[in-house]
């Protein structure tokens, strides 16, 4: 690392030391950054810690929807109310890293990272996040789907902070899925992610490490939403045909790759599989006691 | 480069210190202040090894900047013990014989003294059934295999490592 290190305890100092310079640059948890300065990969000019900055901690309840902190940590989303209110969250959260990782990385800092295989990005794309950004210009908001521009490309410009993710508050379950090739500290193979909003009668899915940036898949989501039976809140689906139908159509809205992780072919195969298998969990019938 | 003075509590003791203000907590401790406890493995968040106690939470020595820990009270492997008296998680790693080169365990020790404390707050895993709540009365070798995922050990001693931290729950 070449420059230096500021620790901002406000967000206004922080958008102050990022003014220092062009190639000031924001830390949070560091388990994204840090890694890269370690590996000598990239040599930071100024950092601006944001760790100790209050305004980006924790979360908060505003009327129907829930505004998560940038600087929220996956220890944090795991458990508790958070976990209630988006239980999809919570199941991301702990599969992220190791504990120690879900100790200090933060949910602002794995959406402008953007990587594909970001996991809480799935989850955020069903939800239609929105980003919300304050910078020198003041303070704007910006759609996730819009916000994640390619892999590991995102809207955001320079000097600006991301101060908080909004999601809607829903009634309705959430599951998410993942694969990788272990269980603990493993880079995603793909990742779905569905979410029921009773409300709305709508069935949501996100999917993740299937294409450059998270999709959704509206074809899948039009196709259950009108199956299932919005007053039971269930779907009748004796034969897992329904099921099977949905992760065939939300596999073909993917555009998968071949990479050193795995295959075009079988992420379109685990997707289906996985959004087969969510979109049974979200509507069985609650387990009799 | 810029420097900075930095007062922060290790092990107990108070320490003020001038750091570049580049540096890691694990470097910080290593190199300035003499605790080579703490390991280096990769010095990318992968292993373990630089495992510490922030506050009683486990962080990683290798990816957080010192800077930011300014008043914070750090707990390293040479801070578990009360005196001459192990703590009862370095007691249990003995008696069950939780290590071969013994490199992974400084990170090992604080991770499970991390872990056993937010087990006691309830903290669910991935391996939690929905819905259960968690006591580290009732802990099982599943749960503690994932909650102790963050710790690789190249010798492979997990066999010993698991029943240890069991062990140390009384
Ligand atoms: C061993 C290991 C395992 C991992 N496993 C996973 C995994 O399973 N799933 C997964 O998704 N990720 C994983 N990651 C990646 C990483 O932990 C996450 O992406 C994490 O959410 C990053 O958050 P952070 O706070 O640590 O980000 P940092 O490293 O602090 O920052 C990352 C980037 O975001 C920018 N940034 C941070 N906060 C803000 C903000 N408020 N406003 C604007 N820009 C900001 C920084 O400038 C930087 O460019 C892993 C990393 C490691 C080292
Ligand atoms: S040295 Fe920090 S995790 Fe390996
Ligand atoms: S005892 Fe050798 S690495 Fe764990």
Known sequence: MS??????????????????GPDARLVAGG???????????WQPGTLVSVDRAPELRGWHRDGDEIVLGSGLTYAEMERGELARLVPALAQAARTVGSPQIRNAGTLGGNVVTASPAGDTLPVLTALDAVVQIAGPEGTRISPLREFVRGVKRTDLRAGEVVTAVRVPALRGAQEFLKVGTRNAMVISVVMVAVVVDLDGHTVRVGVGSAAPVPVRAPLA??????????ERARMDDPTGEVAAQFGELVAQATSPIDDHRSTAAYRRRAVAVCAARAVRRAFQEPESP | MARMSLDLTVNGERRKVDVDTRTTVLDLLREQLGLTGSKKGCDHGQCGACTVLVAGRRVLGCLVLAVTLEGAEVTTVEGLADGDDLHPVQRAFL???AFQCGYCTPGQLCSAVGMLR????????VVTPPGATVSVSSL??????????????????YVNIVPAVLAARR
């Not at chain 2, 099982?140 to 001693?157: I, K």
Request: with cysteine; hydrophobic share 35%; proline share 3%.
């Open chain 1, 3 to 20: 420059g230096s290190v500021t620790v901002a305890r406000s967000l206004d100092q922080a958008l102050d030391a990022l003014r220092s």
């Open chain 1, 31 to 41: 388990t994204d950054l840090m890694v890269e300065v370690n590996a000598g990969r």
């Open chain 1, 221 to 230: 989501e039009e196709y259950v939403g009108a199956l299932v039976d919005w």
């Open chain 2, 95 to 97: 008696d069950a014989d």
């Open chain 2, 118 to 125: 937010e087990v006691g707050e309830g903290w669910p895993s």
């Open chain 2, 140 to 157: 099982g070798p599943d749960e503690v295999r994932e909650r102790m995922s963050g710790n690789l050990c190249r010798c492979g001693a």
